[in-house]
């Protein structure tokens, strides 16, 4: 397992109980601490845990940590086992998760890209939603050990079709979380309690996880990252970048990645998606 923070400690752990032997890298030691102290092995490198490994996740921020972890002489693709399988669970670029798809093919490597939705409630509990593209024959292979860690887990295609899944996951929470945060603070400038409006309001029509999950983290003020405000903005990018390949516009993704750009200049990078609160209750 590489990379370990919010997303990757739960997944790891359930790995633990289950009974695999969990080799671990994660670019901040201190954060594996925890898994070692369950019985993880820690390795220096992502090469490391590579050659000790015959299946390899990764769970990193970025497309360029995803890059730095998969390509160069201490990386993944280098020092993989022989038939080893390469899965990444990061929100990363489609074309991305294609290269190292083709790169794994060519070294006698198996690769799928699975990112996954759910939060860091979803990891805690296992009940990640996974969205996979790569070779079906695979995707059956890695189905048992998917199943430790989701409950809704989806081949969507081939190598990239994951990673597109994800887009989509993301652009339909942009614009939902807009609407969540605006129903709330709307109430709460109406003289509503915002708790009950809550109970009337998340079983209906208007319901969704972002409402239900974290519409109460909002009334609380709480804004701890369950996913990270700066994340999130590099998956909109993505999805941006994506759609204007396919000569497409996302109006609602447009105008909500503007505001959390907004946001992160504030200083909000590292606090959770639900911080959006903020920015509308001070009156944008």
Same mark, same amino acid.
């Given at each position: 397992?590489?990379?370990?923070?919010? /997303?990757?400690?739960?997944?790891?752990?359930?790995?633990?109980?289950?009974?695999?032997?969990?080799?671990?890298?994660?670019?901040?030691?201190?954060?594996? *601490?925890?898994?070692?102290?369950?019985?993880?092995?820690?390795?220096?490198?992502?090469?490391?845990?590579?050659?000790?490994?015959?299946?390899?996740?990764?769970?990193?921020?970025?497309?360029?940590?995803?890059?730095?972890?998969?390509?160069?002489?201490?990386?993944?693709?280098?020092?993989?086992?022989?038939?080893?399988?390469?899965? *990444?669970?990061?929100?990363?670029?489609?074309?991305?998760? %294609?290269?190292?798809?083709?790169?794994?093919?060519? @070294?006698?490597?198996?690769?799928?890209?699975?990112?996954?939705?759910?939060? *860091?409630?979803?990891?805690?509990?296992?009940?990640?939603?996974? /969205?996979?593209?790569?070779? @079906?024959?695979?995707?059956?292979?890695?189905?048992?050990?998917?199943?430790?860690? $989701?409950?809704? +887990?989806?081949?969507?295609?081939?190598?990239?079709?994951?990673?597109?899944?994800?887009?989509?996951?993301?652009?339909? +929470?942009?614009?939902?979380?807009?609407?969540?945060?605006?129903?709330?603070?709307?109430?709460?400038?109406?003289?509503?309690?915002?708790?009950?409006?809550? %109970?009337?309001?998340?079983?209906?029509?208007?319901?969704?996880?972002?409402?239900?999950?974290?519409?109460? !983290?909002?009334?609380?003020?709480?804004?701890?990252?369950?996913?990270?405000?700066?994340?999130?903005?590099?998956? /909109?990018?993505?999805?941006?970048?994506?759609?204007?390949?396919?000569?497409?516009?996302?109006?609602?993704?447009?105008?909500? %990645?503007?505001?959390? *750009? !907004?946001?992160?200049?504030?200083?909000?990078?590292?606090?959770?998606?639900?911080?959006?609160? %903020?920015?509308?209750?001070? $009156?944008?």
């Amino acid at each position: 397992m590489i990379g370990v923070g919010v /997303m990757g400690q739960s997944m790891a752990g359930h790995f633990l109980k289950n009974g695999y032997a969990v080799y671990v890298y994660n670019r901040t030691k201190s954060k594996a *601490d925890p898994l070692i102290a369950q019985g993880a092995v820690w390795q220096d490198t992502p090469g490391g845990v590579a050659a000790h490994s015959q299946i390899v996740i990764t769970m990193v921020g970025f497309p360029s940590d995803v890059e730095e972890v998969y390509f160069g002489e201490q990386g993944i693709l280098a020092r993989a086992q022989a038939g080893a399988t390469l899965v *990444d669970m990061t929100t990363s670029s489609p074309m991305l998760a %294609k290269r190292i798809y083709d790169e794994a093919q060519q @070294r006698g490597l198996f690769a799928l890209d699975a990112p996954v939705s759910g939060g *860091d409630i979803g990891a805690r509990e296992a009940r990640l939603s996974i /969205m996979v593209g790569g070779d @079906r024959k695979v995707f059956e292979r890695m189905l048992p050990l998917f199943q430790y860690i $989701g409950k809704n +887990i989806v081949h969507q295609g081939a190598a990239g079709a994951g990673q597109h899944t994800k887009m989509c996951n993301q652009i339909a +929470i942009a614009s939902n979380m807009m609407g969540v945060v605006e129903a709330l603070v709307y109430a709460e400038r109406a003289g509503l309690d915002p708790q009950t409006v809550l %109970k009337s309001i998340e079983t209906g029509a208007a319901g969704s996880w972002s409402l239900s999950n974290l519409g109460p !983290r909002m009334i609380g003020g709480d804004f701890a990252p369950g996913f990270y405000i700066k994340h999130f903005i590099k998956d /909109m990018r993505i999805a941006l970048e994506s759609a204007a390949e396919m000569g497409l516009e996302l109006p609602g993704l447009t105008l909500a %990645k503007s505001l959390y *750009d !907004r946001l992160a200049s504030q200083g909000e990078g590292d606090s959770g998606t639900q911080a959006l609160y %903020k920015l509308i209750r001070a $009156g944008v």
